[in-house]
């Protein structure tokens, strides 16, 4: 990714905006199939194997990458983002034969 930028109009940053959604979907469709390897390998997986004291080691290190975020915020957002990746992996587990 680029640096940060000053984008000089409502439409600039909206197409801004538009572009880092763009990779951001495509690193969390990455991430949500890295986790379904996670979770097919791990002794017990779903919402009942989630390691509480990792995701807290990973909002920790990302925090120090984002720091304006902060931990609570990023906490927030890395839950919703490993729920979605669970109830993805669970359902595709489910659809497989």
Known sequence: MDGPSR???VAA???EIDRVDAALATLLERRAELAGVVQ???????FAGRDMER???LV???A?????LGE???AAIMNAVIEAGLDLSEEERRASP
């Open 7 to 9: 984008p000089g109009s």
């Open 13 to 15: 940053a909206r197409a």
């Open 40 to 46: 097919r390998l791990k002794p017990v997986g779903g």
């Open 55 to 57: 995701e807290r080691r």
């Open 60 to 62: 920790a290190a990302m």
């Open 64 to 68: 120090r990458h984002a720091p304006r």
């Open 72 to 74: 609570a915020r990023l």
